[in-house]
């Protein structure tokens, strides 16, 4: 009996998980929910289309629901309502709204006897999993997350939203000799402008004033103003043929002392280069929907996170396999 | 109430656990457990010390036995035996025998509803950890491991053994190049030999014959045969000074590719760095008798491996506050 997943939103994460599960013998695709008109969707593998809104006729059919939707609209309403329905797991990665999120989907599973993982990613994810055990490891010590080199999808659009942008790409850069320093042990202090330089690559409307471009990211707010920037502009066809990617990537350290003097020193470091950010997310939650349809089969209910989650219920694996073969 | 910890075991791992458990704010040292004479044990704490043989009086006065013994000899027989009055952490990293030790201690902890966490360390430990996960999440990929820069101790004695031989350190040290074409993703196919270097330093006896002895270390079956091994002879002064410390380290990476054309390359890389092995593996151990605390308070029993156990039990603060500040 494979575990039947369904997915709900497809976009790049929604398309991600369509061919994860493709590439996973334990797991059979059997429906995409989508808030659009379905006979619209052109799916590559050829499943059933519903609307979202028939998500409660499929119940009997799908075992765990992986949400491929955005953060910002659609995971806060999504999630708990389709938990009614099914075992879900999602990508949420609002850090400051996770407790908020976290407790809806804990009620609505609850209610309705079913399991959500939410917050499942690279960060939040595997990052905020190294980030718990390296600290629970070393007490005595310091964090360090560094990001990229990869596309920021949130800085991106921040560029296409100035007058005169008509297409634009953010690469997030960690600064080499930063990482140097961190990975020798010497614990540095480092403001932001020291961890990463932010690079953008411009497609400019036909007239537009580069230089107002120009000034306009790098002194905006949040986004740009800490940072040492780079802005270049480009044509519209080396936009397509050299910025079309969605790598991305980054580093977790711990760097930690231990011994009655604190003499000796212990470097933990985590390390992602991904070629597609969010296939590479799809594939966490492809992992993660085996772990939720296994603790529901264990009669466990309610929501979880990446944290509270043992390794083994990732795996396709039995226990047994894995003690025998991978400790 | 803090969680109240022993050890079994006073050498390199007892020690280290010993300073881990002092800074750990959430624990405490109630007694520590020898098979030698207890007024011959000078601990640093001050902590008391009792023969092994009197672990039954001990156990309402102690939540998590940590066992800083030995795989080959100590922890086959200790850790069944302490299971039946503590929750017991061991290390035991004989890694063909893990199933084997795994079922005699799953079978001690049931009858006593206690839990036991076995081969708990770094590899075993951290290193399979990130194997499962990595695994699981990359289906479609390959698992490399590299040990080192740092001291094999299991090496180091079987030059210790060679006649002629007075002392010897071995490093095990990872090929730069072949870590480079991991990292860049050719997937590439490595003997041992292309993956380590070994490299030697030995305090040869007065008048022994050190050709010889470097014949006899290169040619060894199992330990250098199959690798690139140099040999260094150097005076007993040189040895105390610039080899008296247990450095260590490693990596773990898995390489895996999605997409429909498998076009997409992701690279996971788990590295450690560590100034001394035993206080690091140490460290861990401690964290993990944290957790085993935790189940054991939840009313569960049996052996579990960090394979079984969910990142937020290794850390003090509770889920909610890892949700709001590390997720």
Same mark, same amino acid.
């Given at each position: ?204 409307? #036909? =007239?537009?004033?580069?230089? /107002?471009?120009?000034?306009? $990211? ?6 740009? %103003?800490?940072? *040492? ?68 089969? #264990? =009669?466990?209910?309610?929501? /979880?996170?990446?944290?509270? $989650? ?6 396709? %694996?039995?226990? *047994? ?7």
């Amino acid at each position: 009996m494979k575990i039947r997943i369904g997915i709900a939103g497809y976009g790049n994460l929604g398309r991600g998980v369509e061919c994860a599960v493709q590439n996973t013998p334990d797991m059979e695709l059997t429906a995409l929910l989508t808030r659009r008109d379905p006979s619209s969707i052109q799916t590559h593998t050829g499943v059933p289309v519903y609307h979202m809104s028939d998500a409660a006729k499929l119940q009997d059919q799908i075992d765990v629901m992986i949400l491929c939707g955005g953060s910002a609209n659609d995971l806060p309403e999504q999630t708990p309502e389709l938990a009614q329905y099914f075992n879900v797991v999602d990508s949420f990665d609002t850090h400051a709204k996770i407790p908020e999120h976290f407790s809806r989907v804990d009620e609505a599973c609850k209610q309705a006897n079913k399991i959500g993982v939410i917050s499942v990613g690279w960060d939040p994810g595997m990052f905020s999993l190294n980030r718990v055990i390296a600290q629970a490891i070393l007490p005595n010590g310091q964090d360090y997350t560094f990001w990229g080199k990869g596309v920021s999808q949130g800085h991106s659009d921040a560029v296409r939203r100035i007058e005169g942008v008509k297409d634009a790409r953010q690469y997030t850069i960690p600064v080499e000799s930063a990482l140097e320093r961190v990975r020798s042990g010497e614990n540095p202090v480092l403001t932001t402008r020291q961890k990463h330089t932010r690079e953008c690559f411009v497609v400019a409307e #036909e =007239g537009a004033d580069r230089a /107002k471009i120009e000034t306009a $990211i790098k002194t905006m707010p949040n986004y740009f %103003a800490d940072y *040492d920037t780079t802005v270049h502009f480009i044509s519209e066809e080396e936009m397509r043929k050299n910025h079309s990617g969605i790598p991305h990537g980054g580093r977790v350290f711990r760097c930690g002392v231990t011994g009655w003097e604190n003499e000796n020193r212990h470097i933990i470091e985590y390390s992602l280069k991904l070629d597609s950010n969010p296939e590479f997310t799809s594939s966490i939650l492809t992992a993660y929907a085996r772990a939720a349809y296994r603790l529901y089969k #264990e =009669g466990q209910t309610g929501c /979880k996170t990446v944290l509270d $989650i043992a390794p083994a219920y990732l795996h396709p %694996a039995s226990s *047994d396999e894995l003690r025998a073969t991978l400790l």
